[in-house]
């Protein structure tokens, strides 16, 4: 008998399923990937927004990392939300027992407004991100890390490079709809090389969790021994699968989720 590959996602639950721990835990199903999870916050939300969040202490956030890390095989992490600074520090110190860390930094709500103080943002930068394999942010994150405004090609590749220069061994800037480009676009910086990830654009409000679901694609992959340029491709072509298998859906008012697969 074979025991499944083991994934950890560390975040923040979502009650509307769409993001989050469910969005991640779903993605490593679909990978068939065993998933664990340690939760950072509850979050009151649905696909119209999100109406209210409670964190964990960062005390109970150790002792789940202490339960899942020293009993399950974990191969590869992904972070999501973590809360508050006090969070990403302890998160940090728990770093060299995280392989294949893949770190999305969850700092902006869909509606632009920024969820954390400066402190969390910097705690990002300089604790977390010097032991990630890879970190994901999308174009609001990249700019509220940088303090700049990030809404083209040129703008996410020169993102990248300069947030590679905290200490992840690759950094994707994820673009979705960046401005004068009719694909979805996500710009790879790895050991000093920059790639640009493409696929077809899907015009559908059902888009709640993209970011979520692209990294945690990305830490299943990793658990399964894949490379880190073939997993990022491949959970590229994972979320572009998924938007296009629920652009149809009518699930909620807003910003309705995305299909999880499996989809070969």
Known sequence: ????????????????????????????????????????????????????????????????????LGDLPVAAVKTGMLATPETVALVATYAPRLPGLVVDPVLVASSGDRLFTRDAERAYLDLLFPHAAVVTPNLREASVLLGR?????????????????????CVVVKGGHLRGSAEAVDVVWHDGQVEVLTAPWIDTANNHGTGCTFAAATAARLALGQPLADALRGAKQYV??????????SLGAGHGPLSWGPFD
């Open 1 to 68: 008998m074979t025991n499944p590959a083991v994934a950890l996602t560390i975040a923040g639950s979502d009650s509307g399923g769409g993001a989050g721990i469910q969005a991640d835990l779903k993605t490593f199903a679909a990978h068939r990937v065993f998933g664990t999870s340690v939760i950072t916050a509850l979050t009151a939300q649905n696909t119209i927004g999100v109406r209210g969040i409670s964190a964990v202490g960062p005390a109970f956030v150790g002792a789940q990392l202490d339960a899942v």
């Open 149 to 169: 405004e990030v809404v083209d090609v040129d703008d996410a590749i020169k993102a990248a490079t300069d947030l590679a220069v905290y200490g992840s061994r």
């Open 240 to 249: 572009h699968e998924a938007l296009s298998r629920s652009a149809g859906w």
